[in-house]
């Protein structure tokens, strides 16, 4: 069974920075691994993803150049570095997992079989 644990989450203002890691424990197949946010006015939106085999990294454009998804295989955790933070970014941000995904699907929440608890990332003005 995977299980996902998102921390890192808190208040910062507005261009600070913020580090979110994701501990994974359990084991997939080739699929990509994500995060997503959501607020209670909108759906769950995509916001990076990093496929597996390969590493290749995938954005938002609302967040490209600004946030980085990476993972530390060795410490099997993937995190999230987000720069110049604005209001609008203010959200609960989940990480997600799955396997089996394909590039055109990365976007979707449904795609991914797995799901943290979420973590709360506030951008006050």
């Known amino acids: 069974q995977v299980q996902l644990a998102e921390s890192g989450g808190g208040l910062v203002q507005v261009g600070g920075s913020l580090r979110l890691s994701c501990a994974v424990s359990g084991t997939f197949g080739n699929g990509a691994m994500a995060w997503f946010r959501q607020t209670p006015e909108k759906e769950r939106e995509f916001v990076a993803a990093l496929r597996r085999p390969g590493g290749h990294t995938y954005y938002a454009d609302s967040v490209k150049g600004r946030f980085t998804i990476s993972r530390d295989n060795a410490k099997n955790t993937l995190s999230l570095q987000m720069n110049s933070l604005k209001p609008e970014d203010t959200a609960v941000y989940y990480c997600?997992?799955?396997?089996?995904?394909?590039?055109?699907?990365?976007?979707?929440?449904?795609?991914?079989?797995?799901w943290g608890q979420g973590t709360q990332v506030t951008v006050s003005s």
């Open positions: 997600a997992a799955g396997s089996g995904i394909i590039l055109s699907s990365l976007r979707i929440p449904g795609q991914y079989n797995y």
